[in-house]
């Protein structure tokens, strides 16, 4: 296929898959609050100033702006068949409800889909799309199946590629801006020329798929590589296991607390969440209340907002900027209540994220720590290409699905990586 490149690039976001199992944490835990953690904590700074919760209940934190970056790469206007040709699968035109402007292209068929655009004309002329300084980012809407994977491919002309997969949670069915990180690659692409783009979705066997596309961008990426460490549902193997090999390393991460588990058997005391937020870890919003989709939307309020104040209430009103979804579950209300609450949210995607500025802050994939070797190899495409990697663990050790030993294994690989460790917060505030 050989067409004249595109003049129009009006792109916006994007919803993709992973490498990785559906990641999970604990379902609806059967502990309350222990009293005798009760007690106030004040987070304080080097200079001795506190960041306790601000009792007024007002903003200290000037939120990111909302909005597109980036260029659009296609908009899906006008004629789209002039442009895209379906490999598997059919296309159509959607005028009803796009994402954005006065259409978008919905893709159908069954197990997969896909559809190619070449950027490479016959006189050679504009031929290509330049992604060395970029990321890419799509919006998707998924009517069937009710969770897929999405994936892209990036070719240069010598048939060399990159891959981004990305997969999306099963109840976020309306337009969704996802950025797509980089999973694999075959041979070395140009991609200061990028002449093909394929898109495809994903489902189990047999399974209908019917899902929307609009606005293909590209986001600026930036200058070097970063990793995150996530640990999800307070458990005690971030104070006991990771700690130590950060504070060697003069490294901090993020855990999410389960304000319900405090002191708990495993799980975090207040006294350990303290000495981590000293050395720069950040507390962050994980609701002790599993699958919040499911719930009505006062239920899932309630929840949000009960969990930040408790991180606001003892003194980590820092990290409670964040939010981690449980069981990376999220739809439309959810996101909602997220984004009133919180500057960021961070849901398994089963890939890299966008280093210098996601384009949509509250769909921040992760990728989940089982695999040492999984995880290393996404670090190395992440330092190549100046991508974030959010790792997220639960317990570590024996009889835990990460042993010590393959969880050194990462920690000494990215010590080694060109890439930088971040916090939530380093991160959320470097943008």
Same mark, same amino acid.
């Given at each position: 296929?050989?067409?004249?490149?595109?003049?129009?690039?009006?792109?916006?976001?994007?919803?993709?898959?992973?490498?990785?199992?559906?990641?999970?944490?604990?379902?609806?835990?059967?502990?309350?609050?222990?009293?005798?953690?009760?007690?106030?904590?004040?987070?304080?700074?080097?200079?001795?100033?506190?960041?306790?919760a601000n009792p007024s209940g007002t903003e200290t934190q000037t939120p990111i702006p909302d909005g597109p970056v980036g260029?659009?790469?296609?908009?899906?206007?006008?004629?789209?068949?002039?442009?895209?040709?379906?490999?598997? #699968?059919?296309?159509?035109?959607?005028?009803?409800?796009?994402?954005?402007?006065?259409?978008?292209?919905?893709?159908?068929?069954?197990?997969?889909?896909?559809?190619?655009?070449?950027?490479f004309s016959d006189d050679e002329s504009d031929s290509g799309v330049d992604l060395s300084t970029h990321d890419l980012s799509?919006?998707?809407?998924?009517?069937?199946?009710?969770?897929?994977?999405?994936?892209?491919?990036?070719?240069?002309?010598?048939?060399?590629?990159?891959?981004?997969?990305?997969?999306l949670p099963k109840e976020l069915d309306g337009w969704t801006q996802l950025d797509f990180g980089y999973t694999s690659e075959?041979?070395?692409?140009?991609?200061?020329?990028?002449?093909?783009?394929?898109?495809?979705?994903?489902?189990?066997?047999?399974?209908?798929?019917? *899902?929307?596309?609009?606005?293909?961008?590209?986001?600026?990426?930036?200058?070097?590589?970063?990793?995150?460490?996530?640990?999800?549902?307070?458990?005690?193997?971030?104070?006991?296991?990771?700690?130590?090999?950060?504070?060697?390393? #003069?490294?901090?991460? #993020?855990?999410?607390?389960?304000?319900?588990?405090?002191?708990?058997?495993?799980?975090?005391?207040?006294?350990?969440?303290?000495?981590?937020?000293?050395?720069?870890?950040?507390?962050?919003?994980?609701?002790?209340?599993?699958?919040?989709?499911?719930?009505?939307?006062?239920?899932?309020?309630?929840?949000?907002?009960?969990?930040?104040?408790?991180?606001?209430?003892?003194?980590?009103?820092?990290?409670?900027?964040?939010?981690?979804?449980?069981?990376?579950?999220?739809?439309?209300?959810?996101?909602?209540?997220?984004?009133?609450?919180?500057?960021?949210?961070?849901?398994? #995607?089963?890939?890299?994220?966008?280093?210098?500025?996601?384009?949509?802050?509250?769909?921040?994939?992760?990728?989940?720590?089982?695999?040492?070797?999984? *995880?290393?190899?996404?670090?190395?495409?992440?330092?190549?290409?100046?991508?974030?990697?959010?790792?997220?663990?639960?317990?570590?050790?024996?009889?835990?699905?990460?042993?010590?030993?393959?969880?050194?294994?990462?920690?000494?690989?990215?010590?080694?990586?060109?890439?930088?460790?971040?916090?939530?917060?380093?991160?959320?505030?470097?943008?």
């Amino acid at each position: 296929m050989s067409r004249p490149l595109s003049r129009r690039r009006l792109l916006a976001t994007i919803g993709a898959a992973g490498t990785f199992s559906v990641a999970g944490c604990s379902g609806v835990l059967n502990t309350g609050p222990d009293s005798n953690n009760a007690a106030d904590r004040t987070e304080s700074n080097e200079d001795g100033s506190s960041n306790a919760a601000n009792p007024s209940g007002t903003e200290t934190q000037t939120p990111i702006p909302d909005g597109p970056v980036g260029d659009v790469i296609d908009d899906f206007e006008e004629s789209v068949s002039d442009r895209w040709e379906a490999d598997a #699968g059919s296309m159509r035109i959607d005028s009803d409800s796009p994402m954005n402007g006065s259409q978008a292209l919905v893709l159908e068929g069954t197990e997969q889909v896909q559809l190619t655009q070449s950027f490479f004309s016959d006189d050679e002329s504009d031929s290509g799309v330049d992604l060395s300084t970029h990321d890419l980012s799509m919006a998707v809407r998924f009517e069937e199946p009710t969770r897929g994977k999405v994936q892209i491919h990036a070719r240069s002309i010598d048939g060399a590629e990159i891959v981004a997969k990305r997969f999306l949670p099963k109840e976020l069915d309306g337009w969704t801006q996802l950025d797509f990180g980089y999973t694999s690659e075959s041979g070395d692409p140009s991609l200061d020329s990028v002449t093909e783009i394929v898109v495809a979705v994903h489902a189990e066997a047999g399974q209908s798929i019917t *899902v929307g596309i609009d606005e293909l961008r590209k986001i600026p990426k930036a200058d070097t590589g970063k990793v995150m460490f996530q640990f999800d549902d307070s458990v005690a193997a971030a104070y006991e296991k990771a700690f130590p090999e950060f504070k060697k390393r #003069g490294w901090s991460g #993020g855990v999410a607390v389960m304000p319900e588990v405090t002191g708990k058997d495993k799980r975090l005391s207040l006294e350990n969440m303290q000495e981590m937020a000293d050395a720069g870890w950040d507390m962050m919003s994980h609701t002790s209340i599993d699958k919040l989709p499911t719930r009505p939307e006062e239920e899932q309020q309630s929840a949000i907002e009960g969990s930040k104040q408790y991180l606001s209430k003892n003194g980590f009103e820092k990290g409670a900027r964040h939010f981690v979804a449980p069981n990376g579950r999220v739809d439309e209300t959810t996101i909602e209540q997220i984004s009133d609450n919180h500057l960021a949210n961070y849901m398994f #995607g089963g890939c890299p994220a966008n280093a210098k500025r996601p384009s949509n802050m509250y769909t921040i994939p992760r990728v989940m720590g089982k695999s040492a070797a999984e *995880v290393t190899d996404l670090v190395d495409i992440a330092a190549k290409h100046n991508q974030l990697v959010i790792i997220q663990y639960h317990h570590i050790g024996p009889d835990a699905p990460t042993s010590m030993d393959g969880f050194k294994q990462v920690v000494n690989h990215v010590e080694n990586a060109d890439v930088e460790v971040v916090s939530p917060s380093k991160f959320v505030d470097s943008i």
